[in-house]
């Protein structure tokens, strides 16, 4: 929806010469990478290969052009970013960005609540991404039984860890 919406409204470039255009078929287009691919992502490590499924068809394909802004910090966001192939850089301070490599996702808060982006997302490389839209997961949630549950334990997990990690650091760092 977002990627959509902002083709239409020419914050992201759309032309028939590639920058950014939807996968009918080929390499990541088809249901059985989608769902490979969606195996490899932690938010929804917990899925049962029949989830999985559920996931994989409400997810598309999309190409992405080089230096094409995928996300910007601060605007809302209803979608979630699977890389395929390439690389992109978010940028999550002034001074610092980090690399996003093939199997990395971003966008998964915005899936969930619809709130604020926390990064700009920029295609450092071309780009083929799965692209889950926040109106079709919040309906796939709906259909399928235990899929949330499974997503809130995972995220829950998560966050368990990020704390874990703070922890440590403020243990080790000078003046704790």
């Keep these: ?3 959509n919406s902002r083709m239409m409204d020419g914050s992201i470039s759309y032309d028939p010469g590639g920058r950014c255009e939807p996968v009918a078929a080929g390499p990541g287009a088809r249901q059985e990478d989608k769902i490979e691919r969606l195996k490899e992502v932690l938010l929804f490590e917990g ?9 994989a068809r409400i997810a598309r394909v999309f190409d992405v052009a080089a ?22 850089r978010a940028d999550v301070a ?11 996702f971003f966008g998964e808060m915005s899936l969930l609540d619809g709130g604020p982006r926390s990064a700009t997302v920029v295609a450092h490389t071309p780009l083929r991404l799965l692209v889950i839209s926040r109106r079709n997961f919040s309906g796939l949630l709906e259909d399928v039984p235990g899929l949330t549950q499974n997503l809130l334990v995972t995220l829950s997990r998560r966050v368990r860890q990020a704390e ?9 760092s ?3």
Excluded: N, W, Y
């Design 1 to 3: 929806m977002e990627l």
């Design 67 to 88: 230096d094409t802004v995928i996300t910007r910090a601060g605007e809302t966001g209803d979608e979630f970013f699977l890389i395929i192939d390439g690389t992109a």
């Design 164 to 172: 874990e990690r703070a922890d440590r650091l403020r243990a080790t």
């Design 174 to 176: 000078p003046g704790a």
């Design 94 to 104: 002034p001074d610092k960005h980090v690399l996003l490599s093939p199997g990395e």
């Design 47 to 55: 899925c049962s290969q029949r989830q999985l499924r559920s996931v």
